[in-house]
Structures are given as C-alpha cells and as structure tokens.
C-alpha cells in the first residue's frame, strides 16, 4: 500500500520547493482499517497479513517519505495504513480482493497520542504507530 500525500494539509516550503511536514498528534485519532481475519484476540491486516494483537501499542518508528520524481507527488510506503472513515473502509473493503484473500471485516484502531501520521488524498492516513483497542468490559 502507497498513500499519496495530501499536500493542501503537508505543505512547508523550502528552498527545494515544497516538502510534506508530518503532523503529530496532541489526542488519539479513531481510524478504521480492513482485515481479513478477526478474532478476540488479534486480527489479521489484508495487507502483508500483519497481526495486530488486541492492546498492544505497534511501532515502527519513524515514517518514511519517498518523493517520486517523474510527476513531483508525494508518498508513504512505510507505516500503519488505515482510513480516517468507516465509509471509505467499508468502500475500499469491496476492492481489496487480491491481497491475499476477501476482506472479512472493518475494525476500529486508534493511533496513540504523538503518533507521527500523514492524510492522503483519498480519505486514507499512515502513521507510525497504532493501538488494536482492548474491548472494555462492563
């Protein structure tokens, strides 16, 4: 997966024209991401089948940007790939098929306070970290 950054949100000019700025978050953000397999515990991504376990805060460190050169965008390869809306998960949900089997479900993550994320142009987010929430009992 690739987000094209959304440079209306990540523009800071410099000498070499404009560079996308990272925002970090100051309060978590619920994002929404498409799985393939859920379970009590974990689920299962439809990208690169990673297992995010129920709790547990994931991170890669530092978010990668790569610029490519032929038509002047910006994008992210490296992070946690998820959809600022339910709606969109749910739309891109139909045309995830491909990756590795047929989406099962949309499931609610939160990327953490000081979370380094990106918006892209199509409803898309990357960060370099991510919670699979604990299911609260009552």
């Known amino acids: 997966m690739c987000l094209q950054i959304d440079l209306s949100i990540h523009k800071e000019k410099n000498k070499g024209g ?12 619920t994002v929404w991401k498409v799985v393939l397999k859920v379970d009590i515990d974990n689920v299962i991504s439809i990208h690169r089948h990673f297992r995010y376990k129920r709790g547990r805060d994931h991170s890669i460190g ?23 809306s339910r709606g969109v998960a749910r739309r891109e949900k139909n045309v995830c098929w491909g990756y590795g089997g047929k989406p099962k479900s949309v499931c609610k993550f939160l990327f953490p306070i000081g979370s380094t994320v990106f918006f892209g142009i199509e409803g898309d987010i990357v960060s370099n970290r991510i919670t699979f929430p604990k299911i609260l009992k009552k």
Do not use: C, E, Q
């Not at 965008?73 to 946690?80: E, I, L």
């Open 18 to 29: 404009i560079t996308p700025r990272s925002i970090i978050l100051t309060k978590p953000m």
């Open 62 to 84: 530092k978010t990668k940007i790569d610029k490519v050169w032929y038509n002047d965008k910006f994008y992210v390869k490296k992070g946690f790939h998820a959809y600022k």
